[in-house]
């Protein structure tokens, strides 16, 4: 699977922005889909995570709230809608996936085998 994030830019708090993720090479169905972000200095984190049937969602609770992730399988791609942006949130966002990935190892970064390159996010105060 290859993955193509898109959608970052510069916004000011409390602004929106969503993100997109379009995936190649095989469909999403049955693919679990997720995003992490990475803060300069810090190490990459889980945000949000879409399971394998698309049925479930899971959030960081720094996000819960204020980010959706949705997707739209017959279009191979994945959002995330991000309202209320904090300063706090400035980060490369990386959209993950995975087909075999099971619900209580979404949050784990390494157990995600495909990765997109990255958009970046700048929320200013």
């Known amino acids: 699977v290859q993955l193509q994030a898109s959608g970052g830019g510069v916004v000011q708090a409390g602004e929106s922005l969503r993100l997109s993720c379009v995936a190649s090479?095989?469909?999403?169905?049955?693919?679990?889909t997720g995003w992490f972000r990475q803060a300069p200095g810090k190490e990459r984190e889980f945000v949000a995570a879409s399971t394998r049937t698309g049925g479930g969602t899971v959030y960081s609770n720094s996000v819960k709230g204020r980010f959706t992730i949705s997707r739209d399988n017959a279009k191979n791609t994945v959002w995330l809608q991000m309202n209320s942006l904090k300063p706090e949130d400035t980060a490369v966002y990386y959209c993950a996936a995975d087909a075999s990935i099971i619900s209580s190892s979404l949050r784990i970064e390494s157990h995600w085998d495909y990765w997109g390159q990255g958009t970046q996010v700048t929320v200013s105060s």
């Open positions: 090479g095989r469909t999403l169905r049955n693919v679990a």
